[in-house]
């Protein structure tokens, strides 16, 4: 995704040109805008946005543990290897993760570590708004929550990370 497009001109690309548009706002998932391209014409950025929910909602569980699987780990190995996708790497650079002092990096490292041991999933954030510290003390919360509520969590971040990417593509 680069630049910007009116949301009459995505009501009215082809089928393919419209997942092509939407296929990264929703991390390595171009199925979510595949499933909502027949809904068309969407009236705006929320109607949108709240069709691609329903269709993530609609998938089913292991659906959403493929959305969830392929997000990148913040501060993680892919960042590391500048493996990010373009919206990743801007999202968490935001945020100064790419500036860690060692201290913080061995502290993501190990959090990391012990959020995917416990839930089986990497740690998701909509980033925007937190500095490194508000990052780690999500980090250490969220790794008190319950399998089902960590789940649900992940989810509701990734829909937040959406409708951001969604509201930087779509001016209102």
């Known amino acids: 995704m680069s630049g910007t497009i009116s949301m009459n001109e995505l009501n009215n690309l082809s089928a393919e040109d419209f997942v092509r548009v939407l296929g990264g706002i929703f991390e390595h998932s171009p199925w979510v805008a595949q499933g909502v391209v027949k809904q068309r ?5 929320a109607d949108l946005h709240q069709a691609m929910i329903q269709c993530i909602e609609q998938a089913g569980q292991d659906a959403q543990l493929r959305l969830i699987l392929a997000h990148p780990e913040l501060a993680g190995k892919a960042a590391v ?15 100064g993760l790419d500036n ?17 041991e416990k839930f ?3 740690f998701i954030l909509a980033v925007r708004g937190y500095d490194r510290a508000g990052i780690i003390e999500q ?19 990734i829909y937040k990370i959406g409708r951001l990417r969604l509201d930087g593509l779509i001016p209102g």
């Open 81 to 95: 290897r500048g493996e990010l996708t373009a919206e990743s790497s801007s999202e968490q650079a935001g945020a």
């Open 100 to 116: 860690c002092s060692a201290e913080e990096f061995a502290t993501l490292t190990a959090l990391n570590q012990a959020y995917r």
């Open 139 to 157: 980090f250490q919360r969220r790794l008190g929550l319950a399998p089902e509520a960590e789940m649900a969590e992940s989810l509701a971040q």
């Open 120 to 122: 089986g999933f990497p």
């Open 41 to 45: 014409p969407f009236a705006g950025v």
